[in-house]
């Protein structure tokens, strides 16, 4: 069964600690994508990388890190400097390439909160 | 750098009402694409319209690209219960390497 998969589903992180969201894809594709959705508003882009070993910035990257040691993996590290993380954080990933390939698929989401 | 708008941030209809989002890019796009994320769910693509002044349909919702592509909206006709959520459009960025979505606009419907 093809797909996304995020977890854990829900997170609670004390204050001062980190905590590492997981994304996973077996779709076969080489890019991917993390963002964050507060209540009510749209999508905003943390990181995202094209290939592996390969990572850039988003628009709102600060107190967050990625790492992309296999092309199905694409976890999220929310740092202790990340001081509002209370968020829903949305995986995604497609193929790479310009034109008609970068329909994005999304995971689940992690809701984090902190104690 | 490129941004993506959409108008309204909300909407609220009658269920029978039709409903209409505008999307508009401040850079001519490539293509667009929308999605939509259901209450408490994750966005799920509905249609990516690549050619200017491409309509596509699926059932009753009616997609529409813009001439200079750079504009899109999606209307839907005679809305359902099943039609609550957030509509969002997205394009990409020159080179591709990542989309810009709009803010969306959430859908409610009164029974």
């Known amino acids: 069964d093809g797909g996304i998969t995020q977890s854990p589903k829900y997170l609670f992180r004390k204050e001062g600690q980190n905590v590492t969201l997981s994304c996973e894809q077996n779709l076969n594709h080489d890019a991917m994508y993390w963002y964050r959705q507060d209540p009510g508003q749209g999508l905003r882009l943390i990181y995202y990388?094209?290939?592996?070993?390969?990572?850039q910035k988003g628009d709102i990257a600060e107190g967050y890190s990625v790492s992309r040691e296999k092309k199905e993996s694409f976890p999220l590290t929310v740092t202790s400097a990340q001081k509002n993380p209370t968020a829903f954080y949305l995986c995604?990933?497609?193929?790479?390439?310009?034109?008609?390939?970068?329909?994005?698929?999304f995971g689940a989401g992690t809701r984090l909160s902190v104690l | 750098g490129q941004q993506v708008m959409q108008i309204p941030q909300y909407q609220h209809v009658q269920e029978g009402e039709d409903f209409t989002t505008y999307c508009n890019s401040s850079?001519?796009?490539?293509?667009i694409q929308w999605y939509k994320q259901r209450p408490g769910g994750h966005p799920v693509f509905l249609i990516q319209?690549?050619?200017?002044?491409e309509v596509k349909k699926q059932k009753r919702l009616t997609f529409q690209f813009g001439e200079a592509k750079k504009n899109s909206s999606l209307h839907i006709t005679a809305t359902q219960t099943t039609d609550v959520g957030t509509y969002f459009c997205a394009g990409p960025t020159q080179g591709a390497q990542k989309l810009v979505f709009g803010q969306g606009t959430r859908l409610t419907i009164n029974p």
């Open positions: 990388s094209q290939i592996v070993n390969d990572f």
């Open positions: 995604a990933s497609s193929t790479s390439g310009s034109g008609a390939k970068n329909i994005q698929y």
């Open positions: 850079t001519t796009l490539s293509n």
């Open positions: 319209l690549v050619k200017s002044g």
